[in-house]
T-cell receptor
Framework: AQKVTQAQTEISVVEKEDVTLDCVYE???????LFWYKQPPSGELVFLIR??????QNEISGRYSWNFQKSTSSFNFTITASQVVDSAVYFC?????????????FGAGTRLAVHP | SAVISQKPSRDICQRGTSLTIQCQVD?????MFWYRQQPGQSLTLIAT?????????ESGFVIDKFPISRPNLTFSTLTVSNMSPEDSSIYLC??????????FGPGTRLTVL
């Protein structure tokens, strides 16, 4: 079975703090993709990053960075120097491709509140 | 990426009625997806819509309740039939492009009274 666990339901930080959102996944597929999406209060789901299972190189994009570790089945997301505009619900998702299976499995989401 | 629009953006409906949600994408795509997001919850896939074939529904979702049309490669509709307050959710469509990434529309916020 495929599963994504985001154990942190809500996180509250003060502006400029660093924050890490955890994501742990389960899959038997050897080839799969991992994603992070942001859902601001407006409700739209915004794509942030995709990682395939063969690429464990960490990625940095501005204040955002992602740490992918296959050994621990984790794909964590760090926001450096958080800002109020980062307040949103963040979803981690898994996509497997075995047998034509291409459904996105979402975690429960982590609600991040950044206070001034 | 893809630019996706949905209509309506929100609606308030009476119990027992039906609502059809439209999803339009700015490029031709093979697969379109419909998701439901109940209040405070994560996204759950309702069905996958391929052009020219019947939609594939996930466990717990049936065609009679959520009929889907996919008349061409840029458009799809989802109907929420015989609505009850439990159907109050955000309904999102998505498409998969460029290396297996799904992009989402802005969503339709449905309230059923």
């Amino acid at each position: 079975a495929q599963k994504v666990t985001q154990a942190q339901t809500e996180i509250s930080v003060v502006e400029k703090e660093d924050v890490t959102l955890d994501c742990v996944y389960e899959t038997r597929d050897t080839t799969y993709y991992l994603f992070w999406y942001k859902q601001p209060p407006s409700g739209e789901l915004v794509f942030l990053i995709r990682r395939n299972s063969f690429d464990e190189q960490n990625e940095i994009s501005g204040r955002y960075s992602w740490n992918f570790q296959k050994s621990t089945s984790s794909f964590n997301f760090t926001i450096t120097a958080s800002q109020v505009v980062d307040s949103a619900v963040y979803f981690c998702a898994l996509r497997g491709i075995s047998g034509g299976y291409n459904k996105l499995i979402f975690g429960a989401g982590t609600r991040l509140a950044v206070h001034p | 990426s893809a630019v996706i629009s949905q209509k309506p953006s929100r609606d308030i409906c009476q119990r027992g009625t039906s609502l059809t949600i439209q999803c339009q994408v700015d490029s031709q795509v093979t697969m379109m997806f419909w998701y439901r997001q109940q209040p405070g919850q994560s996204l759950t896939l309702i069905a996958t819509a391929n052009q020219g074939s019947e939609a594939t529904y996930e466990s717990g979702f049936v065609i009679d309740k959520f009929p889907i049309s996919r008349p061409n490669l840029t458009f799809s509709t989802l109907t929420v039939s015989n609505m009850s307050p439990e159907d109050s959710s955000i309904y999102l469509c998505s498409v998969e492009v460029q290396g297996n990434t799904q992009y989402f529309g802005p969503g339709t916020r449905l309230t059923v009274l």
